[in-house]
């Protein structure tokens, strides 16, 4: 399970995102000058990217490659996700209805695409909205996010928080529904992943597909979503309750998955942070790779 268009927790402090410095092929943002080159172009790409390299998603999921563009279908109906598009100015239509058909054809309604550095042709944020599409704004997209990346230990939790792999289904289940309310997901959004859950919950391996709970107190009071690729694990989403703020459940959450990592012989991990996200894994020890821009194609609801 994955909300793709930005992994943000919108239960912390939200701050707008700074100005964005292009530089270089991946337009990054470079605030850690001294840490930067430390993060390969492959873990660079993968952050920027990663839903065109992580391995084929299982049902109910999808994800459709072509040379021109890459398309993920969640489980649920009510969201789809454009990445990697690599077309041309001259063929943008052709591939613009390639793509509508293709979710229409699936039942899905609704449609948000991730516009980076890599995407082509250049100024495709541009025209995009020049055919109607508008910064995206339904949970849980945000209109900008960053990819970050991690390749060094995160700063440790406070020792009395506790974050694992859910055992049970139930826990899973509990995850889920912080997820929902963390997310601020519609109604038809929460039924559909509701529906999904008991064939996502047999692809929890703890390998290719991780759900972490956070604790407080020994009550759930967190989650956290990750998807493993080759080059590190991608945190598909973290969310912790109103009560529990300022307890240190997201680091938590965020050092768990980074054990998971490193036990499976793949220290990195990356993410798209929406403005909510951003701070607290700037403090985690995330670093800034590159700005993302996320639209809505009004024409598929």
């Known amino acids: 399970m994955h909300f793709r268009a930005s992994s943000s927790s919108p239960f912390v402090e939200a701050e707008p995102l700074p100005p964005v410095k292009e530089d270089g092929a991946f337009g ?17 790409l993968f952050a920027e990217e990663h839903d065109a390299v992580l391995p084929q998603p299982k049902l109910p999921e999808d994800r459709i490659m072509t040379p021109e563009y890459c398309l ?6 009510t969201q789809t996700h454009v990445t990697r598009v690599r077309t041309t100015e001259e063929r943008l239509d ?22 980076g550095p890599s995407c082509r042709p250049r100024g495709l944020v541009e025209l995009l909205m020049a055919r109607g599409f ?3 704004t339904t949970p849980p997209a945000e209109p ?13 939790a406070p020792s009395d928080v506790e974050a694992r792999h859910v055992r049970t289904y139930d826990e899973y289940l509990m995850a ?29 391996d703890g390998i290719d597909r991780l759900t972490m709970l956070g604790f407080v107190d020994g009550r759930p009071a967190g989650f956290g979503w990750a998807a493993a690729g080759r080059d590190g694990l991608v945190l598909c989403g973290s969310g912790v309750l109103p009560k529990a703020r300022g307890r240190g459940v997201y680091r938590a959450l965020v050092e768990a998955r980074w054990r998971a990592a490193v036990e499976l ?3 990195a991990l990356v993410i798209h942070a929406g403005a ?5 894994l700037e403090r985690c020890g995330f670093e800034r790779i590159c700005r993302l821009d996320v639209l809505t194609d009004p024409e598929i609801r």
């Open 28 to 44: 990054r943002i470079n605030t850690h000058q001294h840490l930067v080159s430390a993060i390969s172009e492959t873990v660079r």
């Open 72 to 77: 993920y279908l969640a489980a649920t109906p």
């Open 94 to 115: 052709h591939t613009l209805a390639d793509i509508r058909g293709q979710i229409r054809t699936r039942g899905y309604r609704g449609a948000t695409w991730s516009i």
């Open 134 to 136: 508008v910064p995206a």
């Open 144 to 156: 900008t996010s960053v990819a970050m990346a991690l390749t060094r230990p995160p700063s440790p």
């Open 176 to 204: 889920l529904g912080i997820a929902m309310t963390a997310f601020e997901i519609p109604p038809d959004g929460v039924a559909g992943w509701r529906a999904a859950a008991p064939e996502l919950y047999k692809q929890q």
């Open 265 to 267: 012989g793949k220290p």
């Open 276 to 280: 909510m996200s951003l701070p607290v």
